[in-house]
């Protein structure tokens, strides 16, 4: 044989695949069998705690040269990893806003790996599966199939992807070729003074600055005020600036407030702007069957952004955004002409998903929502959000019974912002008992709740998007929060 012919070495041949395929098929058997005891019996656990010292500078180990059997891996995540989670898979967890998870969508990340298409496109069944969810998400706000989507890797990135779209739309200049800089009169963007942070990093991102998002001031509901907002377009508009676009919140941060959609949209169709919905928790909310009016007007939005990782519960990540415009989102982000056809036939045949957002290469995320979604059916999901939302006025209720608590905004959703006040406390000591109340539940594994500030008055706040939480989870918090605060305000 020609020795250029010969092959390598075939001795030292490497492979990440097992040696012994018998083995780690016992290893994995015990791997989902533990997997499974722990999601089972998450209630046992605490609901946060903090990780010991020798298990934090486990973490400080250096960079790995030589190999360790597989056991001895899964042996670290067993003892350090799995027990120190965030906790938001517990059912007393309520901070912030997170979704809570679901085995099916365990079992698909699982799947989606191993499977492992990358979904910058192409023609196969992963491509096909995120064009189905995308269509599904469509389907639940109300958007027309002409509608475009793409599963991102949250919130913050669909409401990227959503304002990118609005920007090169409603830039009286060609956008990508020239760049913002070119533009004669400067964009503007309007959302309330309760919009979500994301905003402030996009509008940076999008080389816009920050002062180009003006926040409009809010009600004593915490919705946009309308007029303000009319009157902050016309104002742009003498000083010379280029009204853009309208961020609603489908749900605010903090209290849970829905902005007025159906006006918000009459006022962008009036004024010639782009209408973008930050839907991140409240969009789901229309496919809930008791609460779905609260979102009337969704799918008047040009563009949406949703987050499945919320009241989906998919576990993390996957957003959604989505754009009325196909043509407009495309056009965007695609760096092939439309006409352009890659392939006739064969895998580079199918839809460029890539086309459609920052991503090149992506994750099979959309496994995890389809496979949710056929299990259990969209109705199902639906009923929880209406769960949450009735648990969260329950959760109400029992506050206003509560001499000693007080409610801090109103309920309308799934938010609940409150304080524990036993009278005659300034706002600075106010501040200081409420925050040990919330630490000390936190680290006693108890329950997990944030805070946040009302118009400069301090207040713990639920969150309750958790499937997992029963009303006894609900009671167990009230009566914990009025003995602590009761030991504290006594002793102090
Ligand atoms: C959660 C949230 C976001 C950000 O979404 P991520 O998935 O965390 O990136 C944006 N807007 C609102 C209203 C949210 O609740």
Redesign the pocket.
């Known amino acids: 044989m020609d020795a250029k012919l010969q092959p390598a070495d075939t001795a030292t041949e490497e492979t990440l695949d097992p040696a012994d395929w018998s083995g780690v098929e016992r290893i994995a058997r015990r791997l989902v069998g533990d997997a499974i005891v722990h999601l089972r019996d998450v209630r046992q656990r605490p609901a946060w705690r903090e990780m010991p010292r020798d298990v934090q500078s486990r973490f400080r180990e250096p960079l790995p040269e030589d190999s360790l059997p597989l056991e001895a891996v899964l042996a670290a995540v067993t003892d350090d990893v799995m027990p120190y989670p965030m906790g938001n898979v517990h059912p007393r967890f309520w901070a912030w806003?997170m979704g809570s998870g679901n085995l099916t969508g365990a079992f698909a990340d699982f799947l989606a790996a191993i499977q492992g298409s990358n979904l910058g496109g192409g023609n196969h069944a992963a491509a096909l599966v995120d064009l189905q969810v995308v269509d599904w998400c469509k389907q639940m706000v109300g958007f027309p199939a002409t509608a475009s989507g793409t599963l991102t890797s949250?919130?913050?990135?669909a409401?990227l992807i959503g304002l990118t779209v609005a920007r090169n739309a409603m830039a009286d200049i060609d956008i990508r070729e020239l760049g913002v800089a070119a533009a004669a009169q400067p964009l503007r963007f309007y959302g309330s003074d309760q919009i979500?942070s994301?905003h402030r990093k996009t509008v940076e991102a999008l080389g816009l600055g920050n002062r180009a998002l003006r926040r409009i001031a809010t009600g004593p509901d915490f919705r946009i005020d309308i007029s303000a907002l009319t009157h902050a377009i016309e104002e742009d508009r003498a000083s010379g600036f280029r009204p853009a676009c309208i961020i609603a919140?489908a749900?605010?941060?903090n209290t849970g407030a829905l902005d007025d959609l159906e006006a918000l949209a009459d006022l962008a169709d009036e004024q010639n702007l782009w209408f973008h919905v930050?839907g991140?928790?409240g969009a789901l909310i229309a496919i809930a069957p008791r609460h779905r009016s609260l979102v009337a007007g969704l799918h008047r939005a040009d563009s949406l952004?949703l987050?499945p990782?919320?009241w989906l519960h998919a576990p993390f990540?996957v957003?959604c955004c989505l754009v009325k415009n196909a043509a407009a989102h495309r056009g965007t982000f695609a760096t092939t002409p439309e006409y352009l056809e890659s392939a006739s036939r064969g895998l580079a045949s199918g839809e460029w998903l890539h086309e459609y957002c920052l991503q090149t290469s992506r994750g099979f995320r959309a496994l995890k929502v389809w496979m949710a979604l056929k299990e259990h059916g969209v109705n199902k999901f639906g009923r929880l959000i209406d769960q949450n939302i009735d648990q969260a006025h329950y959760l109400a209720r029992l506050i206003e019974a509560e001499p000693n608590l007080s409610l801090m905004a109103t309920t309308t959703i799934n938010i609940v912002c409150f304080r524990y006040d036993p009278g005659g406390l300034d706002e600075p000591a106010l501040k200081a008992l409420n925050t040990e109340i919330m630490l000390q539940l936190q680290e006693d594994g108890l329950a997990v709740l944030s805070d946040t500030t009302l118009r400069g008055r301090h207040c713990l706040r639920a969150a309750i998007g958790n499937h997992r939480t029963r009303c006894e989870d609900i009671d167990l918090l009230v009566a914990e929060i009025v003995r602590r605060g009761k030991i504290l305000s006594d002793g102090s």
């Open positions: 806003y949250g919130g913050s990135v409401n979500h994301c919140n749900r605010s941060v930050d991140c928790i952004a987050d990782h919320k990540d957003g």
